[in-house]
């Protein structure tokens, strides 16, 4: 099993920052991706940002592209999710993932969630 604990939502207006934060802990040395997902009222959950966790590759959805930036620290079992240019658009409850399986990156049913954060991004 693997518990993962988001943290760092919050609101903030269009054009700000947020970082997201996600502590790992039970048997991560069996992850092979993580990644944050989102989803907000009345829409399907969606993944923004994947990380293999061996080769350090990501994978971004379009609308994040060059405005978000996920990263791993591997020796702390922590990942975040560094978010530029927030739009409201981005508003959405946050959610940390860990998946076990070799084809994580392409994989949005991942494993393991966490209870989730919320951001609010006010125009």
């Known amino acids: 099993q693997v518990q993962l604990v988001e943290s760092g939502g919050g609101s903030v207006q269009a054009g700000g920052s947020l970082r997201l934060s996600c502590a790992a802990s039970g048997d991560t040395y069996r992850t092979r991706c993580m990644g944050w997902f989102r989803q907000a009222p009345g829409k399907e959950r969606e993944a923004v940002a994947k990380?293999?966790?061996?080769?350090?590759?990501?994978d971004y959805a379009d609308s994040v592209k060059g405005r978000f930036a996920i990263s791993q620290d591997i020796a702390k079992n922590t990942l975040a999710l560094q978010m530029n240019n927030l739009k409201p658009e981005d508003t959405a409850m946050y959610y940390c993932a860990a998946d076990h399986n070799v084809d994580c990156l392409g994989r949005a049913d991942y494993n393991y969630w966490g209870q989730g954060t919320q951001v609010t991004v006010s125009s």
């Open positions: 990380i293999h966790s061996g080769s350090g590759t990501t």
